[in-house]
């Protein structure tokens, strides 16, 4: 759909004038079942920008989804859970360190 389109280019876009300089650190947010991040992954790889791509969810069962469906072919990324609701910081996620949220 248009949504993921304009996230996937957006994201590009960065990576054409971010990734040359340094690796490009991206927290995706309440993942799920990785509608948008498939796109977005497939470009990335297609790109073969420096990256790390954090996955994250609240739920274990859409974490472990993503890791089956997406993480055995972009070796690029990792997985966590993450509760907006509660502090970040305490979760393990360190404020202001990813270039994309």
């Not at 072919?73 to 360190?94: C, I, T």
């Amino acid at each position: 759909d248009i949504f993921n389109e304009q996230v996937t280019s957006v994201t590009l876009e960065y990576l054409k004038k971010m990734s040359k300089q340094r690796k490009v650190r991206i927290l995706e947010i309440g993942a799920g079942t990785g509608g948008t991040s498939a796109n977005v992954l497939k470009a990335i790889s297609d790109s073969g920008a420096d990256v790390t791509y954090v996955y994250t969810d609240v739920s274990s069962h859409f974490l472990a989804y993503g890791r089956k469906t997406f993480g055995v072919h972009y070796p690029f990324m990792e997985f966590a859970l993450l509760d907006v609701g509660k502090g970040v910081s305490a979760q393990g996620f360190r404020v202001h360190s990813y270039d994309i949220v």
